[in-house]
T-cell receptor, first 116, second 112 residues
Framework: DGGITQSPKYLFRKEGQNVTLSCEQN?????MYWYRQDPGQGLRLIYY???????QKGDIAEGYSVSREKKESFPLTVTSAQKNPTAFYLC???????????????FGPGTRLTVL | GNSVTQMEGPVTLSEEAFLTINCTYT??????LFWYVQYPGEGLQLLLK?????DKGSNKGFEATYRKETTSFHLEKGSVQVSDSAVYFC???????????FGKGTRLHILP
């Protein structure tokens, strides 16, 4: 089955540690995205990538970093510079395959990060 | 800039009640409009979409009509079920941009 996988589902981190969240898709999608979800604030875009080896900052990129070495993978690193990292993180992907499909994003199941 | 405003929740209804969740948008061009649903502990799933004015998106008994004159995309369902309990997000995307802008979400509780 095609889809997006995120791992782990739950992640605990001590203050001052960097942590990397995994996102993999087998949908052959060109674009991938990372969002942060906090209660009552909806989704906020962290980073996105439209092609391999290229990515752009979203609205809240500070304290985060990404890489896009393969089309299928878009890992997110939450660094110690992120002041309030506890949140639910969602990865998504989309295709450029024609008007009907353009811009529709498919989401992974999410990773809940808790800083202890 | 572009934005999406949707009614705040939580919205609590009894089973078989009529549902409306209001959504209005601000956009500089001609956006595509979406409703996504998020069940507890899961990611978002696309519920329905509309790509141009007067289009009606529909899925699983839910409907929404793209109203350009009122810049609205209200979600409706004639008879809700307990299984519809979830958070619903209205969203937009402009054709020239690959980013989606989400509303803050509306939590829906359906009582048996």
């Amino acid at each position: 089955d095609g889809g997006i996988t995120q791992s782990p589902k739950y992640l605990f981190r001590k203050e001052g540690q960097n942590v990397t969240l995994s996102c993999e898709q087998n949908l052959n999608h060109d674009a991938m995205y990372w969002y942060r979800q906090d209660p009552g604030q909806g989704l906020r875009l962290i980073y996105y990538s439209q092609i391999v080896n290229d990515f752009q900052k979203g609205d809240i990129a500070e304290g985060y970093s990404v890489s896009r070495e393969k089309k299928e993978s878009f890992p997110l690193t939450v660094t110690s510079a992120q002041k309030n990292p506890t949140a639910f993180y969602l990865c998504a992907s989309s295709s450029f395959g024609g008007d009907l499909l353009r811009n529709e994003q498919f989401f992974g199941p999410g990773t809940r990060l808790t800083v202890l | 800039g572009n934005s999406v405003t949707q009614m705040e929740g939580p919205v609590t209804l009894s089973e078989e009640a009529f549902l409306t969740i209001n959504c209005t948008y601000t956009a500089t061009g001609y956006p595509s409009l979406f409703w996504y649903v998020q069940y507890p502990g899961e990611g978002l799933q696309l519920l329905l979409k509309a790509t141009k004015a007067d289009d009606k998106g529909s899925n699983k008994g839910f409907e929404a009509t793209y109203r350009k004159e009122t810049t609205s995309f209200h979600l409706e369902k004639g008879s809700v079920q307990v299984s519809d309990s979830a958070v619903y997000f209205c969203a937009l995307s402009e054709d020239r941009d690959d980013k989606i802008i989400f509303g803050k979400g509306t939590r829906l509780h359906i009582l048996p």
